[in-house]
């Protein structure tokens, strides 16, 4: 044990006092003689003695009561190698440094990065020369050094540098403990400098045991309050690609700061070219979204960048979005023109816009009457559209073949052959059509289609409009349609419905694919369905929810985390192309594909692109969100987090004034404070006192 403050401990002397003044008091019985002394017979000599003994004992208790106090004003502190070693023998000193990218923000005493080396400087200074140093940072790869000299850690420290890297806090942490653990050093001891920011601390997970044969000493740096707005969340709104060609990117944007942020720039990129620019204004803690049309081609990804202009902080004011498109689908129409060519198919026409614009459907047009059927396995969906009556072979066809994961739309004719349209929806117990309503081209509305409702796939997002608000619609009249029913056995969900309550859109699944069955066919005679703008977009989504293919996707890696792919199909050759440097990952085969795998530690934001014998994936890399937020932990709020790793562990705050800093790093390098022990110990002998005095009554004893 030492102490912090040796000078009081001449106040050692003030334990006499008791002592002094006991003997003081101590005064030579006067005999005087008395006329009797029947009455102190029964004062025995041993109750003179428990007397003196009595106040032996206070004196004692009151004595040392003074010596704890003395004790606990010189600041007595344990090493942490109590028990074991000699502090004058050699240290193992681990220090991680904190170099994400908030580190390169400026206080009153510079950028924090260097108030950070400045702070190793001091750990440094009051090192031993036979200590070894051991040298890590939180972000990005690992520096791999082993435990060094003095010197030789002064040099390396001038190499460290923030790096817009993942953070591997917890993993350098233990790395570091472990290695100083193995040093044949028997004193140990953990530094970690950094400016608290909580996101840095988020990843601490608490570990089975606590590492408690260590003394660790945090020290924080910095003090800024520095404007940042960052991207909460990017997401894909739709998944398929519209009947216009392009899908939307939804950005989420968020003031980290506490100062709002006016005049701010949000830019979009495709491929390196400036698609559009908007300007907006942010109060601290609020967000904002931006909705972005995204024209895409007949590529396999499409390459988008964000980019935040007239922020503080830049190192997240990009945001790189990989957009994976759908495999274009192949789709087979049969159709078959009307009768009467006042009323004409509005479907196709559709369907042919679409596939030209979207470049994402194949269309393919076909008779019912000279179409092969070893033909129909190319195709991920078949529409039936007017077809007046279904061969029975191309119905069995058909129902196999949707069983088999394909879609199918049928949208009957007004003089069809019901009981044919019957044996097509019996094969796949899908209800029947059980009775005709209205006339064909009458004009005259026998019903009207009731509002559409949001919860089935076809419907979710068509409408823009507040989450909790009615989709409001001018609804088509009916003229003229088939009743459907539906039977207690069928799993039919409708997707839109009539004001009476009839079914007026049915899907039903049959084993892995699904059939979509209309009351009403395409053209204008059935109703004014077809002339409204809700026909085009509700049969677009109708088939591409049909064809069942991959919606658009962001391909996204976050950093901070190994990247792991999965490729469906088998491959013994892949390689990770980052910043025009060429990778070999760790491949594994398994029953589900290629399993892929790369620990990542050095990348930062950027492109990714994966290349095989047989396909190439474009990844985007960013930073995770939380990084954005530049809310710093207080020295008791870092304290708990790393308590769930050390068991020892003390917080310093590093500043402008490095003597003080100083006499806190040589405390942290020898042990821990233990004054409070002492005060304890005062504080019990004092009620100890008390009791004696008060209960303690020797002249009872017999």
């Not at 950028?111 to 080396?117: C, L, R």
């Not at 049309?293 to 997240?316: A, Y």
């Not at 009775?435 to 919860?455: K, L």
């Not at 929810?545 to 919606?551: A, D, I, M, N, R």
């Amino acid at each position: 044990m030492s102490f912090l403050n040796p000078f009081f401990l001449f106040a050692l002397l003030t334990v006499a006092v008791p002592l002094l003044i006991y003997l003081l008091n101590i005064r030579k019985p006067q005999k005087i003689r008395f006329s009797t002394l029947t009455f102190f017979d029964s004062l025995k000599s041993t109750s003179l003695k428990r007397i003196r003994i009595k106040r032996w004992l206070l004196l004692l208790i009151r004595s040392l009561a003074i010596l704890a106090l003395v004790l606990a004003a010189s600041r007595p502190f344990l090493p942490p190698e109590y028990g074991w070693a000699s502090n004058n023998q050699p240290k193992a000193i681990g220090i991680v440094i904190d170099n994400s990218p908030t580190m390169n923000r400026v206080d009153r005493n510079g950028p924090f990065i260097e108030q950070a080396k400045e702070a190793v400087r001091n750990i440094l200074a009051i090192a031993g020369n036979d200590d070894r140093i051991l040298i890590d940072i939180t972000n990005g790869s690992s520096l791999n050094v082993p435990l060094i000299s003095k010197r030789a850690a002064l040099n390396r420290l001038e190499d460290i540098t923030t790096v817009n890297a993942g953070n591997y806090l917890q993993d350098r942490l233990l790395t570091v403990n472990e290695r100083v653990q193995e040093a044949d050093e028997p004193n140990k001891i953990l530094y970690l400098i950094t400016d608290g920011q909580e996101s840095q601390f988020s990843t601490l997970e608490s570990e089975d045991a606590i590492f408690e044969n260590i003394n660790v000493q945090v020290l924080k740096v910095g003090e800024s309050d520095a404007l940042n707005i960052g991207y909460e969340s990017v997401d894909i709104e739709y998944g398929g690609i519209s009947q216009t060609g392009n899908l939307q990117l939804r950005a989420t944007l968020k003031n980290e700061g506490s100062q709002p942020a006016a005049n701010q720039f949000i830019n979009l990129y495709q491929d390196g070219e400036l698609i559009t620019q908007q300007t907006f204004d942010l109060e601290a803690g609020s967000n904002t979204e931006f909705l972005f049309d995204i024209p895409v081609s007949d590529r396999d990804s499409v390459r988008v960048e964000l980019l935040l202009e007239g922020d503080e902080l830049s190192f997240d004011n990009r945001y790189f979005a990989a957009i994976e498109l759908p495999e274009e689908k192949n789709i087979l129409v049969f159709n078959q023109q009307p009768e009467t060519e006042d009323f004409q198919s509005y479907l196709v026409p559709m369907l042919e816009i679409a596939s030209d614009e979207s470049g994402r459907m194949n269309i393919q047009f076909a008779n019912v009457n000279n179409f092969q059927l070893s033909e129909l396995s190319q195709y991920d969906a078949v529409v039936l559209d007017g077809i007046r009556r279904i061969p029975d072979y191309l119905s069995e066809a058909l129902i196999d073949h949707v069983q088999a994961g394909a879609g199918l739309l049928f949208m009957p004719a007004a003089n069809g052959d019901i009981n044919s349209y019957n044996r097509l929806l019996n094969f796949s117990n899908s209800g029947r059509y059980s009775n005709v309503i209205g006339s064909y081209g009458s004009f005259e509305p026998v019903d009207r289609m009731a509002e559409p409702t949001e919860g089935h796939p076809i419907m979710d997002q068509m409408f823009e409009k507040p989450e909790d608000e009615e989709i409001r619609l001018n609804v088509p009249e009916i003229f003229f349609y088939y009743e459907i029913q539906t039977g207690n056995q069928s799993s039919g969900i409708s997707i839109l419905q009539t004001r009476t309550g009839n079914p007026l859109l049915v899907e039903n699944r049959v084993g892995s694919g699904k059939i979509v069955y209309s009351a009403v066919g395409s053209d204008p005679g059935w109703s004014n369905f077809p002339v409204k703008p809700f026909f085009a977009p509700l049969f677009y989504r109708t088939v591409d929810y049909l064809v069942q293919g991959k919606e658009a996707t962001l391909q996204v890696h976050e950093l901070g985390a190994p990247f792991r792919a999965t490729l469906t199909t088998n491959t013994e050759s892949v390689q990770l192309e980052k910043n025009g440097e060429t990778i070999l990952p760790e491949i594994q085969q398994t029953f589900q594909g290629t399993q892929i795998s790369y620990l990542a530690e050095e990348w930062q934001p950027g492109w990714l692109r994966l290349q095989t014998d047989a396909e190439t994936k474009l990844y985007s890399v960013n930073q995770n969100a939380i990084e954005s937020n530049l809310s710093s932990l207080t020295e008791d709020m870092i304290s708990e987090k790393m308590g769930t790793l050390f068991n020892s562990v003390s917080v310093v705050r590093a500043g402008s004034d490095n003597s003080g800093l100083e006499n806190e790093l040589e405390l942290a390098s020898f042990g821990r404070e233990i004054w409070y022990w002492f005060v304890l110990i005062a504080i019990i002998l004092l009620l100890l006192e008390l009791l004696v005095s008060r209960y303690y009554k020797a002249e009872t004893i017999e």
